[in-house]
């Protein structure tokens, strides 16, 4: 729900800077402060909306304090804790066109703000990336292995040439809520699937390079959030996974088949198969291959029509 005080007169933002937050007390003011300073001096014109979700320290008191205490700064409460459904809250209420998602560890280079907001005059995405130079992903080792990976698996899954889809962006909100409904927030991968629908619907994107540089620990352990990734990033491509796995059972099954019966026609004049095991066999890869290979074209049938499904709703909702 969105805490708005009536009685704030502040002009028509040109950005809304929309930052979940979850059990961020201990830097929320710190933060909020330092970013209104920056943001006053080179985009005067700005709002930032905190989108409190499921905290259970004093989080959502402070950024009520915030509201309260600054006009630029309003404050949305969540019930549970989901960073997809902060993101769709702060896009909706933002009252900007320009909409950035921004970080509230200040982990990321301050200046992508103005420099995406900028570019947004052109494009309709701007996304920022720690993998265009070497030395800008300043994270563990670990964590920029895993990164590397996971974008691996992204670019060869969904057929997108994006570097980072994990970072800061900035979207022109009228575009990006065309679409929003259309990835489920339950999703892991929300904010990669949001940006593969962006590129399907024709959306103009383009990366620059950002810095980043963590100041504190993740309080997810690496181990988790890679399973919990590639857990949906898996179940979001089981039609591309069924067809590698299936596609090489079926046509092996196939030919053991068909070299099986031309065996049988060329050396044998006795009933049966020479080697009626492997036959049985080669039945089994095809049927075997073939259900596999059904599962997926059914499982993206389904994910189809989820789509068109959420395309109509929002259609009806906007």
Not at 51 to 59: A, F, H, I, V
Not at 223 to 248: C, F, H, M, T, W
Not at 302 to 311: D, F, H, K, P, Y
């Amino acid at each position: 729900m969105l805490n708005r005080r009536r009685e704030k007169v502040w002009m028509e933002p040109e950005v809304s800077i929309i930052i979940p937050v979850h059990n961020e007390a201990a830097v929320l003011r710190r933060n909020t402060e330092l970013l209104r300073e920056y943001l006053n001096r080179e985009l005067p014109r700005h709002e930032i909306i905190l989108c409190e979700n499921g905290s259970s320290d004093e989080t959502a008191r402070i950024a009520e304090e915030l509201a309260a205490e600054f006009d630029d700064v309003e404050f949305l409460t969540l019930p549970a804790p989901s960073l997809p459904e902060a993101l769709k809250a702060g896009f909706k209420a933002a009252r900007a066109e320009k909409v950035v998602y921004y970080p509230i560890d200040l982990s990321v280079d301050i200046d992508f703000i103005p420099a995406s907001v900028e570019l947004l005059d052109e494009f309709d995405v701007v996304i920022g990336s720690k993998r265009l130079a070497a030395d800008l992903d300043q994270r563990p080792l670990a964590r920029r292995i895993s990164s590397r990976a996971y974008h691996g698996l992204v670019r060869r899954f969904f057929g997108v040439e994006l570097t980072d889809t994990t970072c800061v962006k900035a979207y022109r909100r009228e575009r990006i809520l065309g679409i929003i409904d259309r990835v489920p927030t339950a999703s892991r991968i929300f904010e990669t699937e949001l940006l593969v629908e962006a590129q399907r619907d024709g959306f103009e994107i383009v990366e620059i390079p950002v810095r980043v540089e963590e100041y504190r620990q993740s309080r997810e352990g690496l181990g988790k959030k890679i399973q919990g990734k590639l857990e949906d990033l898996l179940s979001a491509r089981l039609d591309l996974i069924s067809l590698y796995v299936g596609a090489p059972l079926f046509l092996g099954g196939v030919l053991a088949m068909l070299y099986l019966i031309l065996e049988k026609l060329m050396f044998s004049s006795q009933a049966g198969f020479m080697n009626p095991y492997a036959f049985l066999l080669s039945m089994l890869l095809v049927i075997s291959g073939f259900q596999i290979i059904t599962f997926g074209l059914l499982t993206n049938l389904i994910l189809q029509i989820r789509r068109e499904l959420a395309r109509a709703v929002g259609g009806e909702n906007r």
